[in-house]
């Protein structure tokens, strides 16, 4: 999903995340949801890399200029765009194996925010100020990250979403920006006719928060705002290699899907990985 307005890394990490999808599961639709605004034709390389990667573009109006706020409808709108079966995977996320579908049973599979186990849940306190202002109950453990999902497209899915998409919209009707997340959460805990997964952390290792998950990890999940604050993954320097050489580095990509290692070479912690990667297993 992309909802592109200024030079940000948005689309670099959506080709990366594609190139590695590609790899992975080589038989994949992989569909990308733009805006109204977006003009991927500014970006010749990008596009093209995309392009070959045999992706499909699809174009959905939103009515937001903002383009936070039109990639917020965009994803509270996926079970009617998609209407079928679908990954959705955040641009920041690195899919490193592949990917199978969860059991047809479930409606919805979703991934914990942070890894955070029950034990160290904690609602964070603009979410809960958000809640105390609309009126919603807080959510409860798990709470989820919205950056990985697996749905069935059914009738229920789509109620789930309606119902998140009219929380958000009651939000930003108040002036509240509480993004996507927090009203699906309310809405997983609102809607109890649901049936749903809560994969476990290697769908969703988010190593800058918990660290050991890249061990065990199927989709690296490196928050896009680290970019610009650390230099220690490989998702910094393939970024860094499209946005000032303008080359996607093929070599980077391959070592990552062999090694498994999402740390830039050199540092502690791509020295120490191959070596926690074995203990993760040895207590699994």
Known sequence: MLSLREDDVFLQMTVISATLLRKT???????????????????????????????????????YSNCVLSSRFIKLSLPYIINEKFWYLDADTLPIVSVVDPEVIWDIAMVRDLNMNRSHYLLGESRSNNCDVMGWPKPKYPYYNSGVIFANCNSRVKDLFDHAKDLWLSALERGVNCGDQLPLNIAMQNYTKISSLLLDDSFNAQIRASPSSAYTAKILHIFSDSIEKHNDTVLHTLVSGLREQSTLRSDIIDTLLTSKNPWVKGSNRARLFPIRRLLSKLTC
């Open 25 to 63: 599961t080589p038989k994949c639709k992989i569909v990308i949801l733009i805006d109204e605004h977006t003009e991927l034709n500014k970006y010749p390389l990008e596009y093209q890399l995309l392009l070959d990667l045999q992706v499909e573009v699809v174009t959905i109006p939103t009515g």
